[in-house]
């Protein structure tokens, strides 16, 4: 896939959780550093501890490195950070949650240093890792707060990609952070991600009501007429080709949304539970940002951390996505620096053409 192979970052996530588990099963296949170089930041204890519990599958073999400068083409990479007191598979505890942390925040160091192309973040514990340095409710919060700009979470895959306006909050608090600002904002997002991350020339958004029946008309509720719809026009006036509101329901039955590009969620579940149920294995990925992380679309599982039960499809999925994002960017960027040299080439490879063309052909 990548001919530059690709320097990508893998942070472990929470040591009692699964992470630790799909990320040497994603490892696993020995082709895996023929696409890129992979760069894992987390504990040689735990990986030790996790290749113990799982079966048939080849071992991983790590080349320990102090930072992604040393990670060589064709090894799989460790940087040690991270390491907790015990390891206790689904034991939710502040020590996880540290070497969590910690795990990512080396992994970020090396992302701005542009030691690594990209970052994969396995799940981590949003209470645990809870500390007076740390005050997120996820990745893609702090990814925003340390890369600068307005993060927003995408869940991505083959059949569907879905943008929230709204991230982590408690449902009481998602109405009054519903704005017609805040979407048009989003909806200029989406499409610059899809256009510029997934090379769709010109998007279809389909954006999704808050209430019911996309509020009955005011009888379930005032915000779509009086904050969606008033967004979506601003937006299409704008250029881009955003539809709705549409209910919820609606959209989702009978394959609708497959008429659209992407689709933009007002909050959390709205977005999330209809896609994983079409997309079990689909990708979280934070739009808005000039660097890509990419992570899978599950937790930490505690209840089955340990057990050889977790699928690693959806951290596969992960990895690839942010090679693919990367090489899009790359090529959007060239693309569109400067277009008049592509023009120019252009025309002299027409022009070419027609002076091999028969005579006939040409007057013709």
């Known amino acids: 896939m990548s001919e530059q192979k690709l ?16 990320i040497l099963k994603a490892l696993a296949d020995p082709r895996i550093t023929e696409l890129f170089t992979p760069v894992v930041y987390g504990s040689p204890k735990a990986a030790a501890y996790y290749k113990n519990t799982i079966a ?3 071992p991983v073999s790590f080349i320990p490195v102090a930072s992604a400068a040393e990670a060589r083409r064709g090894k799989i990479s460790l940087v040690a950070c991270g390491e907790p007191a015990d390891i206790t598979p689904g034991a939710a505890t502040p020590e996880a949650g540290r070497a969590a942390v910690e795990a990512l925040r080396v992994a970020v160091r ?5 030691e690594i192309d990209a970052v994969v973040t396995a799940p981590f514990d949003k209470e645990t890792v809870q500390a007076d340095d740390f005050r997120f409710t996820g990745h893609t919060e702090f990814f925003g707060a340390e890369f600068g700009g307005e993060p927003m ?17 408690p449902v009481a608090e998602i109405a009054r952070n519903i704005t017609r600002e805040r979407i048009v904002a989003r909806l200029r997002t989406l499409r610059r991600m899809l256009i510029e991350d997934f090379g769709i020339v010109e998007p279809r958004i389909a954006v999704m009501a808050l209430n019911p029946h996309a509020g009955d008309g005011g009888l379930l509720g005032h915000e779509e007429q009086e904050i969606i719809r008033p967004a979506i026009v601003e937006a299409f006036d704008e250029g881009i080709l955003a539809f709705g509101p549409f209910a919820a329901d609606g959209l989702f039955s009978g394959n609708g949304y497959a008429r659209y590009d992407g689709i933009l969620a007002m909050y959390h579940d709205q977005g999330l539970a209809p896609f994983k149920t079409l997309s079990p294995d689909g990708v979280n990925v934070t ?3 000039d660097v890509v992380r990419t992570s899978p679309d599950h937790g930490t599982a505690f209840d ?9 499809q959806s951290m596969r999925n992960a990895i690839y996505m942010a090679i693919d994002i990367v090489e899009h960017r790359r090529a959007w960027a060239e693309w569109s620096a400067d277009p008049l040299p592509h023009a120019e080439r252009e025309k002299s490879n027409r022009d070419v053409s027609m002076k091999d063309l028969p005579q006939t052909e040409k007057e013709e």
């Open 7 to 22: 320097r990508i970052g893998i942070t472990q996530g929470d040591t009692n959780g699964v992470g630790w588990e799909v």
């Open 110 to 114: 090396d992302l701005k240093a542009g």
């Open 304 to 312: 089955i951390a340990g057990k050889d039960r977790a699928e690693a």
């Open 287 to 289: 739009a808005g940002l």
């Open 153 to 169: 979470m995408v869940m991505c895959s083959d059949v569907l990609r879905v943008g929230l306006v709204t991230i982590h909050l």
């Open 56 to 58: 048939e599958i080849d």
